[in-house]
């Protein structure tokens, strides 16, 4: 049971570039969402998604996109890369929005 | 604002010895998340508390909601090295999603 998987698992980007972090759930799960660890900061929320075809902002969603096609993938995009952006990225799935989250292993990003 | 206050941000102990973290809030909640995270690793939920004066366990963990809804507290008894990692508690914000705590950092040193 593979659970959530996120890749890749380190990425080095240079300022401007873009690339899309992949995220994909194996439970069926309605929720999915994004979250961006920076040290002293905890997570914070991205974007989040409660089904297929429908996707929302969280706190900090400047220069991310999320698109929502199928249940399993919820894929999130850098459009033009930041050091700003240098963190670490973690996908989560739930069954419900206020279900307990399962994380993925985490994208740990690099911006030069 | 932050809408959730974890203390202390960090702790440095001893094996053996007991401490309480807590997560506070100004907010009512209907129920509150505490995860754990080891380094390289992404969350992993301990507990979930819903009601008001709730205590649950989890072998040395011991977890409160506040009467109010408002606050939480995890007790560790007799803490080990593999209790070592980030303690995150959670709570979902009104028409949004899970929102995290900045967490407690703990290190048990043997």
């Known amino acids: 049971n593979a659970g959530v998987t996120q890749t890749p698992k380190f990425q080095v980007l240079k300022t401007g570039q873009s690339m899309t972090l992949q995220c994909a759930q194996d439970?069926?799960?309605?929720?999915m969402s994004w979250y961006r660890q920076d040290p002293g900061m905890g997570l914070r929320l991205i974007h989040y998604?409660?089904?297929?075809?429908?996707?929302d902002q969280g706190e900090v969603p400047n220069g991310y996109n999320v698109s929502r096609s199928t249940t399993e993938d919820f894929p999130l995009r850098l459009l033009s890369a930041a050091p700003s952006q240098t963190s670490v990225y973690f996908c989560?799935?739930?069954?419900?929005?206020?279900?307990?989250?399962?994380f993925g292993n985490g994208t740990r990003l690099t911006v030069t | 604002t932050q809408l959730l206050e974890q203390s202390p941000q960090f702790l440095s102990i001893q094996e053996g010895e007991n401490l309480t973290v807590y997560c506070n809030s100004s907010?009512?909640?209907?129920?509150l998340q505490w995860y754990r995270q080891e380094p390289g690793e992404g969350p992993v939920l301990l507990v979930t508390?819903?009601?008001?004066?709730e205590v649950k366990k989890l072998k040395r963990l011991t977890f409160q909601f506040g009467d109010a809804r408002k606050d939480s507290s995890l007790h560790i008894t007799a803490a080990q090295p593999g209790d070592t990692g980030l303690y995150l508690c959670a709570v979902l914000q009104a028409g949004t999603a899970l929102i995290f705590g900045k967490g407690t950092t703990l290190s048990v040193s043997s």
């Open positions: 989560a799935s739930s069954y419900a929005r206020a279900s307990p989250l399962h």
């Open positions: 907010s009512v909640f209907s129920s």
């Open positions: 439970m069926n799960h309605e929720y």
């Open positions: 508390v819903v009601t008001g004066g």
């Open positions: 998604s409660v089904g297929a075809g429908i996707t």
